[in-house]
């Protein structure tokens, strides 16, 4: 059906960026809201940030003025940009991708801040 692959995580030291991509391949309804949750220790998974096929987008206040979500239509892959990471960023960050009718999850990448 649908797959997707995480890559960019990694670690860093607070005040440090990354930049997370998430590439899908399969069957990609032409409109959908791609998005990145994460989930970290002791934690439930929690929203991070959501984009729709026309660029409408939307952020957990936690992370508002430090990351930054986009995507690329043509590659069929959205990112997340990261940056003034804090130790709490630190967390299993997983790609969602929402077609009418179902969901799917990628694998998850590790993004780990030390302080």
């Known amino acids: 059906q649908v797959q997707l692959v995480e890559s960019g995580g990694g670690l860093v030291q607070a005040g440090g960026s990354l930049r997370l991509s998430c590439a899908a391949s399969?069957?990609?309804?032409?409109?959908?809201?791609m998005g990145w949750y994460r989930q970290a220790p002791g934690k439930q998974r929690e929203l991070v940030a959501l984009?729709?096929?026309?660029?409408?987008?939307s952020y957990a206040d936690s992370v508002k003025g430090r990351f930054t979500i986009s995507r690329d239509n043509a590659k069929n892959t959205v990112y997340l940009q990261m940056n003034s990471l804090r130790p709490e960023d630190t967390a299993i960050y997983y790609c969602r991708v929402q077609v009418p009718g179902d969901l799917y999850w990628g694998q998850g990448t590790q993004v780990t801040v030390s302080s």
């Open positions: 984009i729709s096929t026309r660029g409408t987008t």
């Open positions: 399969g069957s990609i309804f032409s409109f959908n809201v």
